[in-house]
């Protein structure tokens, strides 16, 4: 399934309380001890996803995997044709204890060496129902204080690479990757 819909920005951009992307807050020294905040899940973080749930959300988002140190988080992000930036969302957007999705925006997964994914987005169902019924199709899907969460399969959209990080502001520019088969 191709997702054939064009969007050019989803999440919104806070006013005062950013929470900035995991490789900007490393970068920007937010995040000093990453190892401390990781954990080991013991489900796929694509079940947490898929309920409506940031994984290891006390811990940043940050979780252990064979590869290293990866990172779920909830941004705004905005399209520019093979361009994406990547940007703070309001740290509300999430509740810090249960990990619940309460905002628009977009999860996003950042690996060590700079590789980046969406993998999901979350939207308001009152203002965006024709993007939530095109993203949805027959997969699962979470509604909870109309905000629904749609879980997106990597097969489905283009992976990214860190192409510049203003770690002064939690801004990640990335630019899409080639991917050879």
Request: proline share 7%; net charge negative.
């Amino acid at each position: 399934m191709e997702i054939s819909y064009r969007v050019n920005s989803v999440g919104s951009l806070p006013a005062e309380n950013p929470y900035f992307p995991y490789l900007a807050a490393l970068q920007s020294g937010v995040i000093r001890n990453p190892e401390k905040m990781a954990t080991e899940l013991e489900t796929s973080p694509g079940i947490d996803i898929i309920n409506g749930y940031i994984p290891n959300s006390r811990g940043a988002g940050i979780i252990a995997m064979q590869g290293g140190l990866m990172a779920f988080d909830l941004v705004t992000i905005e399209f520019q044709w093979t361009r994406l930036e990547i940007m703070p969302a309001p740290k509300s957007a999430v509740d810090h204890d249960s990990g619940r999705i309460t905002g628009e925006g977009a999860i996003v997964l950042q690996k060590p060496d700079g590789r980046l994914s969406l993998a999901g987005v979350a939207i308001d169902v009152s203002a965006n129902p024709w993007l939530v019924n095109e993203l949805s199709g027959k997969r699962p899907l979470d509604v909870h204080n109309n905000i629904a969460v749609v879980a997106l399969s990597s097969m489905e959209v283009p992976e990214y690479e860190i192409a510049d990080i203003d770690s002064q502001n939690g801004i990640i520019q990335a630019k899409e990757r080639i991917r050879y088969i």
